[in-house]
């Protein structure tokens, strides 16, 4: 079965880091990647995807407007993909979610996780 799970949201102030973990399950085929997606309050069911990992490649990108800031990592070994989020704003308050994906592009094909909250307050 494909499972993905989501942790590591909390309460942060404005300049604080966390760091989010996606653990993926079920996942057997050659292309593989995870997806970080923040879905903003107000913005109803929209998710906004932050980064993609080829899983088997070792390869990630990231949306410009956290470059710097965020990073992701992957560790096939542990089937994990890892957010750290350092120097937040408020903006990125929001629930967040990993997504698995049956190819290397982190489009189509793909599972949620369940969301984890992060709130970012000044």
């Known amino acids: 079965d494909v499972q993905l799970q989501a942790s590591g949201g909390g309460l942060v102030q404005v300049g604080g880091s966390l760091t989010l973990s996606c653990l993926a399950s079920?996942?057997?085929?050659?292309?593989?990647?995870i997806g970080w997606f923040r879905q903003s309050p107000g913005k109803g069911n929209d998710r906004m995807r932050v980064?993609?990992?080829?899983?088997?490649?070792?390869?990630?990108d990231i949306v410009d407007s956290v470059k710097g800031r965020f990073t992701v990592s992957g560790d096939i070994a542990k089937n994990t993909a890892t957010l750290q989020m350092n120097n937040l704003k408020r903006e990125d308050t929001g629930v967040y979610f990993c997504?698995?994906?049956?190819?290397?592009?982190?489009?189509?094909?793909?599972?949620w996780s369940q969301g984890t909250q992060v709130t970012v307050s000044s």
């Open positions: 079920g996942f057997d085929s050659e292309r593989f990647s």
């Open positions: 980064t993609c990992t080829k899983m088997r490649l070792g390869k990630s």
């Open positions: 997504a698995g994906f049956f190819n290397n592009y982190c489009v189509d094909d793909f599972y």
